[in-house]
């Protein structure tokens, strides 16, 4: 097989990372690196090793200079609405990174987009991409009944920069991580959250840095989040801690080693399952798979988008002081989505949607 063209777009410090990972994947050939700032992408030309790659500030006109074949969307979250619609209406597909869109009503329209033009748009959600969790996982359906899954989380990152100027700085940028990884578990959708966020006395963030969220999901399973970005001492693994409660037992994962479980006083021993690869190079992986194959991957804008939902119904609670229900969240991103939608065709797709949770868990078609 001839290795995939892509043109990345954003070559700031997450692109970086993408540039390494791309040169070290034989199934894609970088081809260009678009960037606003030109700078950046010449510098990401000589990250990837090569500063003749061809850069610029425009993905059509780049995209259709270097006969680029996918995108990869590594810029601010602002970004990745125009940028995926600009790319799927070029007939290109999209992996773009975490989060889909900034607000669930930009998701929306994506979604909307990928479904009128057949192109498909996968979200990079790094961290579902991983061997252990997989395994944890295996763990958590040996449990039978479940009541509880949590996950704790201490880190003490100084960021410097955006992350310590934004708002809900750790809802937004971080929980969405362990979110994701929540449904992957619990292979089930969220129902309703109450949440706090606050930022402890000593924090260096502006935003708040911490949160506690109890999140329930279908089966009437919680899901518990402590999480902070200014605690220090004893801190976390990157992934939490976690820990899943079932009538059987109990299954534990500190998010770097193996996991493990206890059923009636006994180590269970959980079915092997397929690997996954590692972070990006495992979404990237998944997406050059889809492409040639056709089948749906994980993180596919539909799939992905009641991961940011958690994240928006989570910072509703915490505003409003009340529990919000997650079905409340995707109704009224799709009324915003329907009324801001400038395109005719995914207006039309919008409006056919009955529930929006079932347009987003339906089977979605093959993809290419
Ligand atoms: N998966 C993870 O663990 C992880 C970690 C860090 C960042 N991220 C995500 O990666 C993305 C990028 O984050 P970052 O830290 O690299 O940001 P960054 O600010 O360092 O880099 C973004 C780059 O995109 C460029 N850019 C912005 N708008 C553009 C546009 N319209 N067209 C072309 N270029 C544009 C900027 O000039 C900049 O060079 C974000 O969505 C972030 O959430 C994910």
């Not at 081809?31 to 610029?56: C, H, K, Q, W």
């Not at 410097?160 to 449904?183: K, Q």
């Not at 899901?223 to 037992?249: F, I, K, L, M, Q």
């Not at 972070?279 to 539909?302: C, K, M, N, Q």
């Amino acid at each position: 097989m001839t290795p995939l063209r892509v043109v990345q777009v954003g070559a700031g410090g997450m692109g970086r990372a993408w540039l390494g990972t791309v040169a070290a994947d034989p199934e894609v050939e970088l081809v260009g690196i678009v960037d606003l700032d030109l700078d950046a992408a010449r510098a990401g030309a000589e990250t990837a090793g090569d500063p003749s790659i061809p850069v610029g500030t425009s993905l059509t006109a780049l995209a259709a200079e270097t006969g680029a074949e996918a995108v990869l969307d590594v810029t601010v979250p602002v970004a990745h609405h125009p940028i995926t619609l600009e790319a799927l209406h070029a007939g290109l597909p999209v992996l773009g990174e975490k989060p889909a869109a900034q607000t669930v009503a930009e998701a929306l329209s994506l979604a909307a987009a990928a479904e009128s033009t057949g192109v498909l748009f996968m979200v990079s959600q790094s961290r579902r991409y991983n061997d252990r969790l997989v395994a944890f996982r295996q763990h958590v359906r040996g449990l039978g009944d479940l009541g509880t899954l949590s996950t704790r989380f201490a880190k003490a990152p100084h960021f410097g920069g955006f992350r310590e100027e934004m708002d809900d700085v750790l809802l937004l940028d971080m929980a969405i991580h362990p979110f994701d990884s929540a449904r992957y578990v619990l292979e089930r959708d969220p129902v309703s959250v109450y949440c706090e966020s606050y930022n402890p006395s000593w924090s260096w963030y502006r935003g708040d840095a911490a949160a506690a969220a109890v999140f329930t999901f279908e089966d009437d399973i919680r899901y518990v989040y402590d999480g902070s970005w200014c605690a220090p001492g004893a801190e976390t693994s990157w992934n939490g801690d976690w820990r899943a409660s079932g009538a059987a037992g109990t299954a534990l994962w500190d998010g770097d080693h193996d996991p493990s479980s206890d059923l009636d006083g006994t180590p269970g021993s959980p079915a092997a399952a397929d690997g996954v690869g590692e972070e990006i190079a495992g979404a990237l992986s998944s997406f050059v798979r889809a492409l040639r194959t056709g089948v749906t991957p994980d993180g596919e804008v539909h799939g992905n988008i009641m991961s940011l939902a958690m994240v928006e119904a989570a910072i509703a609670s915490t505003r409003s002081g009340q529990r919000v229900v997650i079905d409340e969240v995707l109704d009224r991103a799709h009324a915003e989505a329907l009324a801001a939608e400038r395109d005719d065709a995914a207006r039309e797709r919008l409006a056919a949607w009955g529930s929006v949770r079932n347009a987003l868990t339906a089977a979605v078609p093959a993809t290419g």
